[in-house]
């Protein structure tokens, strides 16, 4: 295997379009109590629609992995796990070496506002070899604007071979690629002018680490090109994909013949049936939500849904919509308990600090992830970092619902100190904030839920709350507590 070290260094560049940075960012101490009016849930709620699998056959044996941090800085960093070791090595090295340089540039930890998020996308050329894409957005305090980069990976899963573009192509391919992608790109828009033109052809000089950055599907191979490599600083990520076929002359051995095609996807399941625990009325009673967010997580999840079902209660997970594409058959058991299934956004971006696009994006890509789950389309949504503006507001669709009760079990990751913070803060309507990607908040969640039923409360999720209190669904309407 080729080391990773070549792997350090992104493609950056700088993105314009995130001009001045506008952060409004919540950060709660006390629990505001909020005096709500009521209206009805119809027409939210639709059971018993067929969910597709959205599982496909690309992510077979594809795992993700997340690393979230919250308050100090804002970092988020999704990257994959396969089902071979070396490989795995590679990638989590790089997911971490990429936290660390991030972190090295913090200059006012603990109280920066800075932001690192990392995201990756699979694609699959056969069973062993597939390709990752990341991409990487940063923002420093002492920056006026973010950077946005990408890095690309392909490795054959069997034997833990890295590929670089030198591996798939041979002979005078350079200068083939070079200048098919030259006149592929010079009549867009963007390299029209003489000066663009020229920056465009120096960016694709027949240099092989030009064309680090591709991508290899069944019968494709695409190359990437990040914002600042083409030259013109307002270019954006473009890429080019060419046949295999039409580069058969220059493709290396393993990539001769075409792979046998991948396995066909399973039926989808039937749709979901939700079972909720049966909490009598709710009116007069002691009520706190339990709330679980960035996952699904494959194992701690399963773990915490043991919890439940064996202690009877219901609580609320909102989820990542990257991780829902992973990890479906979670989120659909969850649901089948009758736990409120609600949106944390898709990649943990800082809404605030995002384009419009970006941040429509954010939030629908992941109702629509969660709604092609379990047929139905969630009813709230938690913010990243808990940071929102007017315009995430104004784009959720639905009520923001933060926390009002923040034991910090991110930081800690203690499941003693976890529950301590947790019953020594909570009271009749508390929002309480957890994790379940962490093996430690599940396991205080274990000591937390009976002793709480033992001084008299009733768990209950966001929309039991919502009903029982007389909230209501008012677009962007933000609860802490109720
Ligand atoms: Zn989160």
Known sequence: MIGYGRYRGYQVGRDYKKAH?????????????????????????????????????????????????????????????????????????????????????????????????????????????????????????????????????????????????????????????????????????????????????????????????????????TFLFGPYQLGARDVPEQKVSFKLSDLKSYLAEPFRTAPPPLPQPAAPPAAAQPKPVDTGDLNGKKLVALTFDDGPHPTNTNVLLDTLRREKVNATFFVLGSRVEYYGDVVRRAYEQGNQIASHTTNHKSLTG?????????????????????????????????????????????????????????????????YGNVMSHVADGSIVLLHDIHATSVQAAARIIPDLKSQGYTLVTIDQLIKTRGGDYTPGRVYYSM
Request: charged share 25%.
């Open 21 to 221: 940075r506008k952060k409004t960012v919540i950060i709660l101490a006390i629990a505001a109590a909020l005096v709500l009016c009521g209206a009805s849930l119809a027409g939210w709620l639709m059971h018993g629609r067929k969910a597709p699998s959205i599982h496909s056959e690309t992510l077979a044996g594809i795992d993700i992995e997340t690393i979230v941090e919250l308050n100090d800085t804002q970092i988020a960093v999704h990257y994959p796990r396969t089902k071979n070791d070396a490989v795995n090595q590679v990638l989590h090295d790089f997911a971490t070496t990429t936290v660390s340089d991030f972190k090295r540039d913090v200059v006012n930890y603990p109280h920066s506002r800075d932001e690192l998020n990392m995201s990756f996308k699979t694609y699959r050329y056969s069973e062993d070899i597939v390709s990752f894409a990341f991409t990487k957005y940063t923002i420093h305090d002492w920056q006026a604007n973010g950077e946005d980069s990408l890095a690309t990976m392909t490795f054959n899963l069997k034997t833990g071979q890295q590929y670089q573009i030198g591996d798939v192509l041979v002979g005078q391919y350079l200068d083939a690629l070079s200048g098919r992608i030259f006149n592929h790109l010079k009549n867009k828009a963007e390299f029209r002018d003489e000066a663009q033109r020229a920056a465009l052809r120096d960016g694709l000089a027949p240099d092989a680490n030009n064309f680090r950055n591709f991508v290899l599907d069944a019968n494709k191979i």
């Open 354 to 418: 995002l384009s419009p696009a970006e941040r429509q994006f954010e939030i629908n890509s992941t109702i629509t992830a969660i709604e092609k789950t379990i047929g139905v389309r969630p009813t709230v949504m938690r913010p990243p970092y808990g940071a929102f503006d007017d315009a995430v507001r104004a784009d959720a669709g639905m009520p923001l619902v933060l926390w009002s009760v923040d034991p910090e079990d991110w930081r800690y990751l203690n499941a003693d100190t976890v």
